[in-house]
């Protein structure tokens, strides 16, 4: 079950999921087996945890994991849904993040 943040108990719903990540890589040129393999991990990840509910934030962020893995500009995208952005540097502290990260891998290999 998911638990939303009013509170209300919803069935999992793989399908809403998938949606969500579509609308996010909308017009990306991302493989649909590369998509399919993010939802699912998502999804394992979701179902290894043994817990019978999960919050609708922990499978946001679970999602923005996935994304930050396979899509700069789908994450941006799902991120200022999820964290609902109000402001552009809302924007900005997010490509902050993204550019920190790939930094440190560059630093790393």
């Known amino acids: 079950?998911?638990?939303k943040k009013s509170g209300r108990r919803v069935p999992f719903d793989r399908?809403?999921?998938?949606?969500?990540?579509?609308?996010?890589?909308?017009?990306r040129e991302?493989?649909?087996?590369r998509i399919?393999?993010?939802?699912?991990?998502?999804?394992?990840?979701?179902?290894?945890?043994?817990?019978?509910e999960v919050t609708s934030d922990e499978i946001g962020r679970l999602a923005m994991d996935a994304l930050k893995g396979v899509d700069d500009i789908a994450y941006i995208r799902f991120a200022s849904v999820y964290r609902n952005f109000s402001k552009a540097?809302?924007?900005?502290?997010?490509?902050?993040?993204?550019?920190?990260?790939?930094?440190?891998?560059?630093?790393?290999?």
């Open 36 to 52: 399919e393999r993010a939802i699912s991990g998502i999804v394992r990840q979701l179902e290894s945890s043994g817990e019978a």
């Open 1 to 3: 079950m998911v638990v």
């Open 89 to 109: 540097v809302d924007f900005h502290n997010v490509i902050d993040e993204l550019t920190t990260i790939e930094n440190e891998r560059d630093s790393d290999a």
């Open 30 to 33: 991302i493989d649909e087996e």
């Open 15 to 27: 399908e809403k999921l998938a949606r969500s990540i579509d609308v996010a890589l909308r017009k």
